[in-house]
């Protein structure tokens, strides 16, 4: 057997045992408003009416997944599908990004597959492939992921059609499932920049990529040309200011870099609080993130292998965050595809330890294994909206949302008493929130918080027999 093929037998066989309980997990927290109860994905006709629209890759893959009748299980087999994709696609380029950067020798023959597989297996994926609504970033990294390693192949030389056509094309389907694509150009420039194979011109590499930035001004313009984005746009810029946004993006940032290693930290709802002012550790994570940036731009070409890894992981983290606030200033699966930067640094920092051999070698095999059983838990975490909001509350409790989800979640499960400590601690946090409120009167009343909700026996009566 090759190794390129033994290669990918051994990661499809990773993703697969890691990721084979992600087909417990149920609908959660926005998979209700935008799969469920969604009539614009209820079918392909539906998702053909409602169009134009935005996102409509992503969404006529919901419909086609309500279409198809197999429930549940269709989903997490086409999200599993996706992700295991985004893992063969990143083989691909980290292989790649090694014969540019010179990690091409024997010492680091093993970092493009260890790369890919702690990309692969990092429990933090789990919001992009467990839970279902994520898959806007799964979706959209594969399609990104696809676009590089076309641009690359024809780049190399092997058919040009594949860098001027089937790239851009690509792009743009990303585009259309996320819009957080928008970076890509500017990421086949960094691939440019640290081929050591060449010199790096900007003029030649800004003609390489001319279709790609064309994709992306017609992209601007049908945004712009959408009312639904442009309200979107208008609702973004009245949450907080440009200054205080700016603060609050570099908050989400660093947080979003301490999920990378904070495995018992994961959390799906961390209702991180905007930062209205200058402090001292916002003026931390701001000099840290100008240091780790100003050191990569300054290693592109005396040691780019690294300096991919960091400036990869820095371009995919949340971009359009710079300048449009959003209500909720960080979530894990805007990692999905950042996540591909330190897993490559880590694959080429643990690469001589698999040539090595003996107990080295099996040291990596034990935190690869270990990153599984991490990822296979976390996926059961997704089986159960009771399990599920109870572990948001425990690693965030200062969230309102969480605290009335959970109470709506114990409601379901006629569980009253605990059901309304949770939507009072709800109101506590946030006197304003009105959804609690209700949920509570309805709660106290005996009536169902909502149309799925059972009408629960009223306290003190005897359990049905």
């Known amino acids: 057997m090759g190794e390129r093929r033994r290669d990918v037998l051994v990661l499809l066989a990773a993703v697969a045992a890691a990721w084979a309980t992600s087909f417990a997990g149920t609908f959660q927290f926005d998979d209700w408003n935008v799969i469920v109860n969604e009539p614009r994905v209820a079918s392909l006709a539906a998702w053909w009416g409602s169009m134009p629209g935005i996102r409509p890759l992503l969404k006529l893959s919901f ?10 299980a269709g989903f997490h087999a086409v999200n599993l599908a996706v992700h295991a994709g985004s893992a063969l696609l990143l083989l691909s380029l980290l292989r790649r990004v090694a014969s540019r950067t010179g990690a091409a020798d024997l010492r680091h023959r093993a970092a493009p597959l260890l790369g890919a597989l702690l990309f692969a297996l990092h429990p933090v994926q789990a919001e992009s492939v467990t839970y279902l609504s994520g898959r806007s970033a799964s979706l959209a ?19 040009r059609w594949l860098s001027l056509a089937l790239s851009p094309l690509l792009l743009a389907a990303s585009l259309a499932a996320k819009e957080t694509a928008v970076v890509l150009p500017a990421a086949l420039l960094l691939l440019d920049a640290v081929d050591l194979r060449r010199p790096f011109r900007w003029r030649a590499s800004l003609t390489a990529t ?5 994709v992306l001004a017609g992209a601007a313009a049908a945004f712009a040309a959408s009312p639904t984005y442009r309200r979107m746009l208008a609702t973004s810029a009245a949450l907080r200011p440009p200054w205080e946004n700016l603060l609050t993006h570099l908050d989400a940032l660093a947080w979003l870099a301490g999920q990378v290693v904070r495995l018992d930290r994961l959390v799906a709802d961390p209702a991180l609080p905007a930062v209205e002012g200058w402090t001292a550790a916002v003026a931390v ?12 731009l300054f290693s592109l070409r005396r040691r780019p292998a690294l300096a991919f ?3 990869w992981f820095l371009l995919w983290l949340p971009p359009t965050g710079w300048w449009l606030p959003r209500p909720d200033p960080a979530s894990e699966r805007q990692l999905y595809l950042s996540l591909a930067g330190p897993a490559w640094i880590a694959g080429l920092w643990l690469s001589p330890w698999v040539a090595a051999g003996g107990v080295r070698r099996a040291a990596v095999a034990l935190l690869a294994i270990a990153l599984g059983v991490a990822t296979a838990a976390r996926s059961l975490v997704y089986a159960d909206e009771v399990r599920f909001w109870e572990d948001v509350v425990r690693k965030a409790p200062h969230g309102a949302r969480a605290h009335g989800n959970l109470g709506f979640a114990l409601a379901a499960r006629c569980r009253i008493p605990e059901a309304e400590a949770s939507l009072l601690r709800a109101l506590e946090l946030d006197p304003g929130y009105v959804r609690a409120a209700v949920n509570l009167r309805l709660l106290r009343e005996g009536a169902p918080l909502g149309p799925r909700e059972p009408r629960c026996p009223p306290p003190g009566s005897p359990p049905p027999r």
């Open 285 to 296: 994570e701001a000099a840290l993130l100008l240091a780790a940036l100003a050191w990569a």
């Open 141 to 159: 990294g594969m399609l990104a992921l696809a676009s590089v390693v076309a641009w690359l192949a024809g780049r190399d030389g092997e058919r």
């Open 210 to 214: 001319a279709p790609h930035w064309a």
């Open 63 to 72: 419909a086609a997944n309500r279409g198809s009748g197999l429930g549940l």
């Open 309 to 311: 890894g960091v400036l």
